[in-house]
Every structure is written in C-alpha cells, then in structure tokens.
T-cell receptor, first 111, second 115 residues
Framework: GESVGLHLPTLSVQEGDNSIINCAYS??????FIWYKQESGKGPQFIID?????DKRQGQRVTVLLNKTVKHLSLQIAATQPGDSAVYFC??????????FGAGTTVTVRA | DAGVIQSPRHEVTEMGQEVTLRCKPI?????LFWYRQTMMRGLELLIY????????DSGMPEDRFSAKMPNASFSTLKIQPSEPRDSAVYFC?????????????FGPGTRLTVL
C-alpha cells in the first residue's frame, strides 16, 4: 500500500563529491536561518546559521547560501564523507524564539 | 559539557498510563524547548520556557500534555493518560538567550511507544 507521512527528499552522493541540499522557506520576514543535521537515533545537531543581512556564510566544509528574493536556502557540503549521511533540516525563525523546521532531506553517501 | 540530557531514552507503556519525560538543559542556558518528532508531522514545537516560565504552550496537543520547569536545571513533560497516537520521539532543546539568533542545542531524545 501507499506509505503515509512526510515524503522526505533524498540525495544520494558519491563519497568525495560535493553535496547541495536545498530548502524553500515560507516567511519573508524571517531573519535567521539554521541548518541542522540529524543522524539516526540522535537529536538534531547544529551545522551552520546565517542571518538575513548575509547571502553566504562558510564553515568547515559547509557553505550556506541565502537568496531572499526567492526565499531559498541551500547547504553545500564539500568532499562529502560517509559520516555526512544523515537527515538535514533547514529552520527559519518565525518570531522571537520559534524555529520552524522543514521536512528534511535524507543524504546517503555512497562509498 | 554534557550537553542536554534526557531520560529515559526509550519508554514503552500501555495506553492510559502516565508518562513523564525528563530534561536537564545545558548549564547557563535560560531557554528550554520541548519538541515532538513523527514521520507524519516532522519536528513540532510543543512548549517553550524562558527563565523557567512557560512562554508559549500553543503547540501542546491537548490537556493530556503538561510541562513544568521547577528550576533552571530541570524540566518535565507529562502525558496523562497516554494514547497510541502519542508515540513519537520527544526532544528537549536549550539555548542561551531569549532565543533570537541563537542556536538551540538538542538532547538525544526520548522514543515513546504507547501500545
């Protein structure tokens, strides 16, 4: 039968290649965005954040790009490793303290 | 730093029983959040505390759910009576300021199964 529930986007990437995970956000007034990584059986773990006055921010092997015109956020992972296999969530602040999380993208790294 | 601590990690109970989930936030953090994660609905915010005071409980599903934060280092989420549809992973998260522009640190979660 048909599965019920969130249909998470999936990304399969070869080890060593770069990964790009995309996220569309809904609130044009959001001014803070976060990417989280969730490995199986664990809680979401902070990867990188960006404020709306920026369009790019780099971390260690990760880069977040923000396009406010089209309300789009992306996470780039350089030289993807097996340990990068996880579900990746984008989140936007929808008021002073609340974060609204996307459905998540499942990334699988092929050896 | 031990991070956010949650207990128990797994809980299996029967419908109608009371369930209490526990959380110890990161020391010094003054904001605490309870989330529920399911395949159907993803990650949902249930309630938010700031300086031990509940600020927003609009995400609490119904009166069967209650949360307390008696002090800065401890919070509970109680379900009474529990129902099978409450089965989910419940996360506690904490952050250091009122929430604006601050990452939330998540605990490992409690996987609740209500039979």
């Amino acid at each position: 039968g048909e599965s019920v529930g969130l249909h998470l986007p999936t990304l399969s990437v070869q080890e060593g290649d770069n990964s790009i995970i995309n996220c569309a956000y809904s609130n044009s007034a959001s001014d803070y965005f976060i990417w989280y990584k969730q490995e199986s059986g664990k809680g979401p773990q902070f990867i990188i954040d960006i404020r709306s006055n920026m369009d790019k921010r780099q971390g260690q092997r990760v880069t977040v790009l923000l396009n406010k015109t089209v309300k789009h956020l992306s996470l780039q992972i350089a030289a993807t490793q097996p340990g990068d296999s996880a579900v990746y969530f984008c989140a936007e602040n929808i008021d002073d303290y609340k974060l609204s999380f996307g459905a998540g993208t499942t990334v699988t790294v092929r050896a | 730093d031990a991070g956010v601590i949650q207990s128990p990690r797994h809980e299996v109970t029967e419908m109608g029983q009371e369930v209490t989930l526990r959380c110890k936030p990161i020391s010094g953090h003054n904001s605490l959040f309870w989330y529920r994660q399911t395949m159907m609905r993803g990650l949902e915010l249930l309630i938010y505390f700031n300086n031990n005071v509940p600020i927003d409980d609009s995400g609490m599903p119904e009166d069967r759910f209650s949360a307390k934060m008696p002090n800065a280092s401890f919070s509970t989420l109680k379900i009474q009576p529990s129902e099978p549809r409450d089965s989910a992973v419940y996360f506690c998260a904490s952050s250091s300021l009122a929430g604006l522009f601050n990452e939330q640190f998540f605990g490992p979660g409690t996987r609740l199964t209500v039979l």
